[in-house]
């Protein structure tokens, strides 16, 4: 079984050491008894969705050969009003930007992350729905 350790650092602060060897530390809201000295956990949950399809997706499409583009991403979300505040909806937006951009090599790289690769992904299919798009913005 994997390991990561926390430290609390007073109020609502902790910093996490993770097996990878960085650290990350999370705060709460003044507003809730924090300093606002970093990330809250649930927004940490959809930055390490974007981290995970998003290395997924330009691995994949480096290995289809697929270069000269700008890749963004966009997540949009809903959360429960009652506690616990999951979420009960996400919807990811793959945006690409390029010249002559292949359609067909995008749209394959970002459904092979969300059907097969992304973990992440997986996990918070479980729990709600997660849709997502690919947008295609021509450049000059």
């Not at 292949?102 to 394959?108: A, F, L, N, T, V």
Request: proline share 4%; net charge neutral.
């Amino acid at each position: 079984m994997g390991k990561i350790g926390a430290e609390w650092l007073g109020n609502m602060k902790f910093r996490v050491h993770t097996p990878s060897g960085h650290e990350v530390v999370m705060d709460a809201s003044r507003e809730f008894g924090g300093e606002d000295g970093g990330p809250r956990p649930m927004e940490l949950v959809l930055v390490a969705l974007m981290g995970c399809t998003g290395m997924d997706v330009v691995s994949i499409l480096k290995k289809m050969r697929v270069e000269d583009y700008q890749f963004e991403m966009e997540t949009g979300y809903e959360r429960a009003s009652d506690h616990p505040k999951v979420y009960t909806r996400i919807h990811l937006r793959y945006i690409f930007k390029g010249k002559d951009l292949p359609r067909d090599k995008i749209e394959k790289a970002v459904s092979l992350s969300q059907e097969r690769y992304c973990s992440v992904a997986a996990m918070l299919k479980r729990v709600a729905p997660l849709t997502y798009e690919v947008i295609l913005e021509e450049t000059n």
